[in-house]
């Protein structure tokens, strides 16, 4: 069963830009859309933003037209590219198949994007 591992989180100020990385252990061509999700502390996890394979993308209302998805099955990544970002950003990110559509399959450790001043 494939498996994920996110990288790229940190700490970044208000207005700042990060770029997260999920890397599958095997072949995400034939999952139809793949998603980023998010949680942050007392809260459930939440679907941010998905791609298909034909670049068809998604997302949540509270990042749209900050945050940009993207695919590449060549290299078996999904990226999160996100400006503009504000405190209520602040989770531990995660990427998974879209639930809307697939399975999901086993969650990965996540990272940590902290959105502060």
């Known amino acids: 069963q494939v498996t994920f591992v996110e990288s790229g989180g940190g700490l970044v100020q208000p207005g700042g830009s990060l770029r997260l990385s999920c890397t599958a252990s095997?072949?995400?061509?034939?999952?139809?859309?793949m998603a980023w999700y998010r949680q942050s502390p007392g809260n459930e996890r939440e679907w941010v933003a998905s791609?298909?394979?034909?670049?068809?993308?998604n997302y949540a209302n509270s990042v749209k037209g900050r945050f940009t998805i993207s695919r590449d099955n060549a290299k078996n990544t999904v990226l999160l590219q996100m400006n503009s970002l504000k405190p209520e950003d602040t989770a531990d990110y995660y990427c998974?198949?879209?639930?809307?559509?697939?399975?999901?399959?086993?969650w990965g450790q996540g990272t940590q994007v902290t959105v502060s001043s």
């Open positions: 791609v298909s394979n034909g670049a068809s993308t």
């Open positions: 998974n198949t879209d639930r809307r559509y697939h399975a999901l399959r086993s």
């Open positions: 095997g072949s995400i061509w034939d999952i139809y859309r």
